[in-house]
């Protein structure tokens, strides 16, 4: 299995529902990612977990929770967010060697956010 | 800091043509460089990668040559067919990564590849 999988692909939701977006690989990385892509613009870094414990957080909003259960799954709880939250969110996975990552990353096909 | 430049798009370019997609960087010491390729609606997907100075990466016809002595790491294709449309971005990770290990995007370059 050399896949990042994302659920749900698309996600419509007000600002007062909570919703949850979850990724799962099972690629034995170690380092998983969350990144929010706008539309024509490069993916910006959310956070960072490195053996299933948070090591970055780009100064992301509170209204991001970000969970990391086990070694295969990455959460990513959404909470009263606003429109300008509206992007395709970005899981992605890599392994380390030597405590380098320079394999490149495995990205998953993303969840396209639309809050409304 | 770490920064990725790629030229401007949209680049747009007759089948069969040659490509070439410009990327600079700027880090210390020798960071690891990659290209992606985003298709319309979709995630990112790794396309090639090179680790140290002189590395080659190839794939699916691309190419790009780590060039440490002008920082880039230019892409390129001999013949684009229309199915490689899509936005590449060139990206880099440092080589004295202090636990961030992650990416650092250049802004993207579409490409539209006509009939």
């Known amino acids: 299995d050399t896949e990042v999988t994302q659920t749900p692909k698309h996600l419509v939701m007000g600002m007062t529902n909570k919703k949850s977006l979850k990724c799962e690989q099972h690629?034995?990385?170690?380092?998983m990612y969350w990144y929010k892509q706008k539309a024509k613009k490069p993916p910006e870094l959310m956070f960072v977990?490195?053996?299933?414990?948070?090591?970055i957080n780009e100064s992301v909003p509170s209204r991001f929770s970000p969970e990391c259960p086990n070694s295969s799954l990455l959460n990513l709880h959404l909470h009263a967010l606003q429109p300008e939250d509206s992007a395709l969110y970005l899981c992605?996975?890599?392994?380390?060697?030597?405590?380098?990552?320079?394999?490149?990353?495995?990205f998953g096909s993303g969840t396209r956010l639309t809050v409304v | 800091g770490d920064s990725v430049t790629q030229m401007e798009g949209p680049v747009t370019l007759s089948e069969e043509a040659f490509l070439t997609i410009n990327c600079t960087y700027t880090?210390?010491?020798?960071?690891?460089l990659f290209w992606y390729v985003q298709y319309p609606g979709e995630g990112l997907q790794l396309l090639l990668k090179?680790?140290?100075?002189?590395d080659k990466g190839s794939n699916k016809g691309f190419e790009a040559t780590y060039r440490k002595e002008t920082t880039s790491f230019h892409l390129e294709k001999g013949s684009v067919q229309v199915s490689d449309s899509a936005v590449y971005f060139c990206?880099?990770?440092?080589?004295?990564?202090?636990?961030?290990?992650?990416?650092?995007f250049g802004s993207g370059t579409r490409l539209q590849v006509q009939p």
């Open positions: 690629m034995g990385h170690r380092a």
């Open positions: 992605a996975s890599s392994q380390f060697r030597g405590g380098q990552t320079n394999y490149g990353y495995t």
């Open positions: 990206a880099l990770i440092p080589q004295m990564d202090t636990g961030r290990r992650a990416l650092t």
């Open positions: 977990y490195s053996y299933e414990k948070l090591s």
């Open positions: 880090a210390t010491g020798y960071p690891s």
């Open positions: 090179a680790t140290k100075a002189d």
